[in-house]
Structure formats: C-alpha cells, structure tokens
Nanobody, 122 residues
Framework: QVQLVESGGGLVQPGGSLRLSCAAS????????MGWYRQAPGKERELVAR????????VHADSVKGRFTISRDNAKNTVYLQMNSLKSEDTAVYYC???????????????WGQGTQVTVSS
C-alpha cells in the first residue's frame, strides 16, 4: 500500500534553514507529480510546492517563493523541501503527497503520512 514518510522537521530560529525529506513507496513514484503541503494550527492544509514527475518544472506558493525549493530523486523515491529564511508563520506540520493532476492542489492519495513538525521560534 501507499506509504509516505516525512522527516527532517524540528525547532529552528527565525532566519534558519531545514531540509525536509519524504520517502515514498507503494506506487510508481517516478510517474507522478509530487507536492509538499502544510497545516498550521487552526488552519486548513495548503499546498506550498509542487514538482513534475521528472523534476523538470516546479511551482511554489507565493508565501514561500524565493525561500523554499522542492526537488526529487526518483532513484531514491524521495522528494525534498529545502526551507531557508524561515519565518514564524512557516510553523506547521508538513506533509507530502502525490498530486491528482500537476495543476491542481488536490492530493492523489486519501491517506497521509504522519507529517513532520516544523516550529520556527526564537
């Protein structure tokens, strides 16, 4: 079955950096666009970055553009999110999922991993 395992979160000061990883299994990873989502307390889950099946194109939400970078390694079935210049408003649980279609925000799989907590605080 589909498994998505996120890691790399933690507590970081404003302006700091983190690199998140998502190891995927149970589906043909290299065939699907992938996305990183986040959910802050009291807010709905939002898509912050997406990448095509081959890594040839990426889109980042305006709120993270210029600070976050999504990438993938199809040989390792892993998608990454490099987060720089972190702000307190980036505090959230971060999740990955395949995308239903590249130009939508809808996740492909109904099940989610456990996510990884990112807390930005001094």
């Amino acid at each position: 079955q589909v498994q998505l395992v996120e890691s790399g979160g933690g507590l970081v000061q404003p302006g700091g950096s983190l690199r998140l990883s998502c190891a995927a299994s149970g589906f043909t990873f290299s065939h699907l666009a992938m996305g990183w989502y986040r959910q802050a307390p009291g807010k709905e889950r939002e898509l912050v970055a997406r990448i095509t099946y081959d890594g040839g194109d990426t889109v980042h939400a305006d709120s993270v553009k210029g600070r976050f970078t999504i990438s993938r390694d199809n040989a390792k079935n892993t998608v990454y999110l490099q987060m720089n210049s972190l702000k307190s408003e980036d505090t959230a649980v971060y999740y990955c999922n395949a995308l239903l279609y590249y130009y939508t925000t809808d996740p492909r799989f109904p099940s989610w991993g456990q996510g990884t907590q990112v807390t930005v605080s001094s």
